[in-house]
């Protein structure tokens, strides 16, 4: 980990610590008093906004430890989303189960089909994978629009509010709290994932899994392990969803979401922590300032626009960033900031 | 029995349609190795690009065709020139990243310029049908089943006795051989992604002259995934073969079990083929097996 200059390590602990000096500690703690004390002055708008940019960051995690880390590309990541907010709408919704039960049993219920769809991982790679998430996309969607008995078919299902023990999450504040709490749990748990023996072993097998099997890695279990912890992020962000949203139907669920999915891992960076984090926000941010600023605005400048431009301009503007952000920064934005950074603590001697 | 000759000649002829669309792939995969994961939004574009020429602008048959292969040429070349030549040597993430950019480019494209979803093509067939025994077909799923089989013999010959075909398919075996060859490498990726776009166009035209411009097209595209994976990456013979597999596949399983099951299990076969094959034979009928050495 690159340090400021002078700061040394001499303990383990030291070595290995995620915030290592004071002022690392002081951004932290102000970072989070910061975020937490929000809701007294955003308005439900923003809280709206932070609420979804909360619960994308929590998928694009999940997706990031697949294809960011491990090194399976995986198209279909809002079908397991759909997956884990089904789930959790049968189970608080028909059936009456607590949400603490109903967030596990998401995450669970998302995490083993991800893990049935990433069976194939072991006999193909690359784009034949990515064929069979997409594929993996279809069928999820096909099976909640048609399993009407169940999920409602498309109609639609209602879902109750969260409710912790009597208290119940209605307003966009408390969902904040509850988004946050657990992004941050997930970016933690995803963070020092990386760190371990399981991280080092997906970084393994995404770069040559060969090589990472004639070392002595069980591919089987790890591939699919990997798939196991990024739809279980991805179920807890469906849970997270449905609760937030109250209505699920299976067009929230598509494959252009998806592909936005993989857009924003790339956007912002694979394989590192912060990755997802810029990426969520870039692209969500980019979504909003669309929507709400921008095409009123042209909208009412130049009336003589053609009628399909709210609709159209932006899946335009995304596709656009994704080539642009391939073609000119293909690590990232998360890239361009620990540039920025060692240029930082390096200067006047950063060339 | 006569529903059976139906769904048969019905899934023969849209599986051809599939199997020339999928055509389009194999090309661009044999040649430069990157997969085109916006084949479906090609698809779209191009029969939206006819509608715009034949009925908006009112050209006539002929010319609103010879436009619209213009400009699918013009499409292939402008995609390989602006998002895949600076990606020449990257990891195949960002090779297939880039074309499902470039798909949610052209679905939104299509949406800016045509904001009504649905639409028709004027008949390109006459709608008189025929009948071959008990059966009932229309012209234009005969028209497309034969168009597309007497593409899939030109292309054939044409890569065998053309030497720009010879010179792709050399391209596909070793590229830096070809280099050392003498042939510009990035011609041919810029003409085998304008044969693909050429391709698509015609498959796009002939699919929507059968059921209607809508984008269940991008769908189409994702068919014809099925096609070529169940008939290998890379060869076009698994093409031709996997194509009304799928489409007998589709129809014949769609027609009997749609009483049985849910009605749209016709929409989910492909897929769960698609699953089915990764799982068995993951290369394909005719795919190469890949054997990594390390």
């Known amino acids: ?351 | 029995m006569a529903e059976l000759l139906q769904f048969i000649i019905t899934g023969i002829t849209v599986g051809m349609v599939y199997a020339l669309i999928g055509l389009g792939f194999v090309l661009i995969w044999k040649s430069s190795n990157v997969a085109n994961l916006a084949l479906g939004q090609l698809v779209l574009i191009s029969s939206w690009f006819t509608y715009g020429m034949l009925v908006q602008a009112k050209f006539p048959l002929w010319l609103g065709f010879i436009l619209v292969i213009l400009f699918a040429l013009a499409l292939g070349w402008l995609t390989e020139r602006i998002a895949l030549r600076p990606l020449i040597a990257q990891p195949i993430l960002s090779l297939i990243t880039v074309t499902l950019g470039l798909g949610y480019f052209i679905e939104g494209l299509v949406t800016f310029i045509w904001p009504w979803s649905v639409d028709t093509l004027p008949p390109l067939f006459s709608t008189e049908p025929l009948h071959i025994g008990p059966t009932v077909v229309s012209q234009e799923y005969l028209g497309a089943a034969a168009i597309s089989l007497a593409l899939f013999i030109l292309l054939t010959l044409y890569f065998r006795y053309n030497k720009m075909g010879i010179a792709m398919r050399a391209t596909a075996d070793d590229q830096f051989a070809v280099q050392a060859c003498g042939i510009p490498v990035t011609t041919i990726f810029s003409t085998s992604w304008m044969f693909a776009c050429v391709v698509a166009a015609i498959g796009g035209i002939l699919m929507s002259s059968i059921g209607g411009i809508t984008y269940g097209l991008v769908e189409t595209g994702l068919k014809s995934f099925s096609v070529v994976i169940l008939g290998g990456l890379d060869s076009f013979i698994g093409a031709i073969v996997a194509g009304p597999i799928i489409g007998l596949a589709e129809n014949i399983g769609g027609g009997f079990l749609t009483p049985l099951t849910w009605p749209g299990v016709k929409d989910i076969i492909p897929f769960i083929i698609i699953i089915i094959v990764l799982f068995v034979k993951p290369y394909g009928l005719f795919g190469e097996v890949r054997i990594e050495r390390i």
């Open chain 1, 1 to 351: 980990m690159e340090l400021p200059c002078g700061v040394r390590n001499y303990t383990y602990e030291q070595d290995m610590a995620i915030i290592r000096t004071k002022t690392q500690w002081g951004l932290f703690i102000g970072f989070l008093i910061l975020l937490f004390t929000c809701p007294l002055y955003w308005s439900n708008y923003w809280l709206s906004v932070a609420n979804l940019v909360g619960i994308t960051l929590i998928a694009a995690t999940g997706l990031n430890i697949l294809t960011g880390y491990c090194g399976q590309l995986s198209i279909g990541h809002v079908s397991f989303i759909a997956v884990g907010a089904y789930t959790t709408a049968i189970l608080t919704g028909k059936l009456g189960l607590p949400f603490p039960a109903a967030l596990i049993c998401s995450g669970f219920s998302a995490g083993f089909i991800g893990l049935i769809f990433g069976i194939p991982s072991l006999r193909v790679k690359g784009f034949y994978l990515a064929i069979a998430t997409i594929a993996a996309q279809f069928i999820i969607i096909w099976v909640i629009n048609h399993w009407s008995a169940l999920t409602g078919g498309f109609l639609g299902i209602m879902v109750p509010y969260a409710s912790i023990g009597g208290f119940v999450f209605k307003s966009e504040a408390s969902m904040f709290y509850l988004i946050m709490a657990i992004a941050f749990i997930g970016l933690f748990y995803a963070k020092n994932l990386a760190r371990t023996k399981v991280g080092r072993v997906f970084v393994a097998i995404r770069d040559n899994d060969l090589a990472a099997e004639v070392m002595g890695v069980n591919l089987f279990y790890y591939k699919l392990l990997a798939f196991f912890i990024g739809c279980f992020f991805a179920g807890i962000a469906g849970c997270l969803f449905a609760h937030w949203v109250g209505f699920l139907n299976a067009e929230q669920f598509s494959l252009g979401e998806s592909i936005l999915y993989v857009g924003m891992i790339i956007i912002g960076g694979l394989g590192t922590t912060l990755g997802p984090i810029l990426g969520v926000v870039f692209v969500r941010l980019l979504q909003q300032l669309l929507s709400v600023w921008v095409i009123p605005f042209m909208g009412a400048a130049f009336p003589l626009l053609p009628a399909g431009f709210t609709t159209g301009l932006a899946p335009m503007l995304f596709g656009v960033a994704i080539i642009l952000f391939l073609v000119l920064e293909p690590r990232g934005i998360a890239h361009r900031w620990a540039l920025f950074k060692a240029a930082y603590r390096l200067w006047p001697f950063s060339y």
